[in-house]
Each structure stands twice: as C-alpha cells, then as structure tokens.
C-alpha cells in the first residue's frame, strides 16, 4: 500500500487526491487530505465570492472526491507552524507528501500610506465576508462614500461587485452574520476600480467583468477617450499577424459597450462603479490619520507594449482602498522556497532541494505553479505532479513509515478534525441559517467551528 499525505484540501489538493485514485499503475493508494482549517475546500470555501453560487456549487464534487473510502479528511492540523507538523515529520508517517497549500497571502503595493487605516488588502476583505476564521479585522471602512479598487483582475472585480451590492442581495448566500449586517449600513456610492495599464492588458475574465453591469443598483462609468488609448481598443480585431486573444476581444467589446453606455436608471442611480485605466498608485494620501484618497501617476502606452509615466498625476478621494494586486505564496519552514516567485522550486511537481529532486516530496497548485489561472487549472497541474509521483512510487514504498499515521498525530498532541466533524460543521451552519431565516450561515471563527466539529454547536 502506498500511503500519501496531501497538505491543502483546496482544489489542487481534492484534485491532486482524485488523480491519485483514477490511476492504475499503483492500485492500492491510501490519501489522508491534511488542512490547517477543520473546514475542507479551501479557496472555494474561503475565496470564492458569496454571490458566485455556481462556482461554490463546485463543492459537491470536492466532496464527492473526499468521501471516497480511500481518502481520510485530517482537518485542524496545521503543517510547517510552530506547534504543527514539521515536513520531515510526514515524511516518516508517508511515503509522499504532496503539498497544496496555496498562496496564503497577499502581494504588497510598495507605495507609501499603504497600511493607512482604511486601507486593506483585497484578500483581508474577502476574507472577511467569506468568514475565515483567521479574520483579524472587523472594521472595514464601509462609512466610506468612496472607495478605490486598485488592480484590474478577478479579485478587484469581486470586491468592487460586493461593495456595490446592495446587502439585501446577499442574504441568500452564506455570508455570515457580521458582514451581512456590515454591508446593509454600507454608505459606499462610488467604486473606482483602477488599472496601471490599458483595457486590454487587465487581467479579468469576461464573464466577470460583463457581472458588473448586470448589477441591479450600480451604474458602469467607463471614460472613451481613456479606453481609446489602448491601441487595441482602437483596433480590437490585432494586427494582421497579432491577433488579440479571444477574451481580450470580448472585454474589449464589453468595454466599449458601457463606454457609449446607456444613462443610469432610477434603481441604478445610486451608485457607480467607476472604471479607470492608465493610472499607476504611487501613494495613499492621509488626512486626520486615515486614508483620504490614493495619488496615481498617469501611464500611457510605450512602444515595448508596456507603459511609461507621462509626468502627470491625479488624486481620487477615497476612505477605503483595497488593494487586489495578487496573491503571493508563503514560505512552509522546512521546505524550500523561491523567494523571487513566492513558490516552491520543482521539476514537474518533484520538491528540489538544492536543485535535486527530493524523494518523496512534491507540490501542485498555486505553491507550484503562482497564483494563476481558474480552477479547472488545477486539475492539469495536479495530474503532471500525480504522473511524477507514480513513477517514482516503486522506490517510495519501499520505504517503511507509520502504519496508522492518524494514531500517530493524536499522540504528538494534534487534534484532528475528520470527516465527521466536518459533517457536524455543516449541520451547524444550516441550524444557524434556519435560525436567522437564511440558507446555511457561515461560523466565522475557530472556537464556533471546533465547538461544532465536536457536535457542542448544534
Ligand atoms: P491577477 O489576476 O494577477 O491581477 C492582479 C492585478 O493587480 C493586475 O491588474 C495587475 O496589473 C495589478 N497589479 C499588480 N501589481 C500592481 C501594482 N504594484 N500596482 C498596481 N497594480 C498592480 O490577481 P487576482 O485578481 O488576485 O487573481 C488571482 C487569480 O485568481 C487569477 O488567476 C484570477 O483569475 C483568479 N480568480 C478567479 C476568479 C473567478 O474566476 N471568478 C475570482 C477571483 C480570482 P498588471 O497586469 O499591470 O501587473
């Protein structure tokens, strides 16, 4: 029997598990899914925005995948912490370990006034109103008339769409209690969200991008003349030998449609989502000690595709500012770490150490690859990282390790969460919900979840 350990039971790691048991070379395959949280899915759970209910949905085929006998869910073990498990700890109670663990944190802006009360970055905020129990703030700006967005990805465009809903919208979604009420005194009229290069090098995707305009009380404002500067604006089709990629294309069109956009609406009036290109952050302005507005330099496009600073500079008032520039991957102690890329160095999924192939080890998602692409990504990345340990599995299992890895956490102190216990989150939740007239409702912190996992929450 091989005996694999999977850190992270996100999508790279359910998916990392799937692959594991769909192959057919190394038949008898055991896989404990190990996760810091007592709560499985990872950024489904914990990243994917409220109102995305098709994409939350994605969690009954997690689930499917880690209620297979095979698989052992070892939730509330923490790996790499100070009081968690070490990675040459796992090593001697598996043959493999696969680390999933994603990109933990945020990419700093490096512009001054960027830790200004009011200022947050976007993946506190979805965190947040996603109920991460690691949530440490509680206080968002949301007296803010203001807000400013920066980054044009996928992330600045879920925050800006939960800034700009009204909250009676959310109460149908598992956003807990705190946030819900939060965002139902949300004085915010006026998201900027704000982009350092053109229409056609932002980073979102156009099914979220066209959401925006589909929301019921905000009104789109895209300024022409500055989308026009965007050569491929001009040109949407690329040059004869250049064409633009299909999903630029279609955000262009999208663009283009709100730039001659229709007037706001009586229901639609309220509120604007503002979006701006050209425009660089290279400080946070303060007043009173808070954030009062963000200074941009205005870009324009160079001829290396990129852009230049043209000299000039404009300030947007804003109380709250988010910042969505990226995720980025964090060290594990004890496993190498490429500090330049934030991810862990590897050959095909193969862990190297000092450029070698760490027998035993690999890594899939966003800790190898950067915090890139959709979910389906994973799948791919999961299956090469799978194909590397399958061959090399002849080797590892001739390698003695713990024949009941679980016994051995609970005697070095840990207390797991299994599947059970998760089960018992779940029902938690629901009874929550049905309490407060909702669907299930979100515990946003880890002693209403342990509590639960223990069946003291019901
Ligand atoms: P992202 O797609 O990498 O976008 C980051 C944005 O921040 C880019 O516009 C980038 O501009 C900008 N940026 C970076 N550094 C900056 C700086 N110093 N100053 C100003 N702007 C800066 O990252 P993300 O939005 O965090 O998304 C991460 C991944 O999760 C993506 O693959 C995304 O598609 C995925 N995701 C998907 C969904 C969904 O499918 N609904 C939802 C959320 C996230 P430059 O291009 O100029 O660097």
Sequence with gaps: MLRVAVVGSGPSGVYTAQSL??????????????????????????????????????????????????????????????????????????????????????????VPGEDLPGSFSATEFVSWYSAHPDTATDGFALHARSAVVIGVGNVAVDVARILARDADELRA?????????????????????????????????????????????????????????????????????????????????????????????????????????????????????????????????DSSGDVRDTGSYEDIEAQLVLRAVGYRGMPLPGLPFDTARGTVPHLAGRVLRGGVPSPGEYVAGWIKRGPTGVIGSNRSCAKETVASLIEDAPLLARRPVAADPLSALWESGLRPVEWDGWLSIERAEAALGRSLGRGPVKIPDWAGLLDAARGDGR
């Excluded at 064409?243 to 999208?254: D, F, K, T």
């Design 173 to 301: 979604t598992d956003v807990p209690r705190a946030a819900l009420h939060a965002l139902s005194g949300s004085r915010v009229r006026d998201v900027h969200i704000v982009g350092r290069r053109g229409p056609s090098q932002a980073r979102f995707t156009t099914k979220e991008l066209r959401e925006l305009g589909a929301l019921p009380r905000a009104h789109l404002v895209v300024d022409p003349a500055e989308l026009a500067l965007d050569a491929a604006y001009a040109a949407p089709a690329g040059g004869p030998g250049t064409p633009l990629p299909a999903v630029v294309r279609r955000n262009l069109e999208v663009l283009r449609g709100w730039a001659a956009g229709p007037p706001p609406t009586a229901a639609n009036r309220e509120r604007r989502i503002r979006l701006r290109f050209f425009l660089r952050p290279v400080e946070l302005l303060e007043r009173g000690g808070r954030v009062a507005g963000v200074r941009f330099a205005r870009t324009a496009p």
């Design 21 to 110: 048991l769909q192959q057919s070379l190394v038949p008898d395959v055991r896989v404990h899914v190990l996760d810091r949280l007592p709560t499985p899915y990872g950024l489904v759970r914990y990243g994917v925005a409220p109102d995305h209910e098709k994409i939350k949905s994605l969690q009954n085929s997690l689930r499917a995948v880690l209620e297979d006998e095979r698989i052992t869910f070892v939730g509330n073990v923490e790996v790499g912490g100070a009081e968690g498990l070490s990675p040459a700890r796992l090593k001697e109670l598996y043959h493999a370990v696969v680390y999933c663990v994603g990109a933990a944190t945020d990419r700093p802006l490096g």
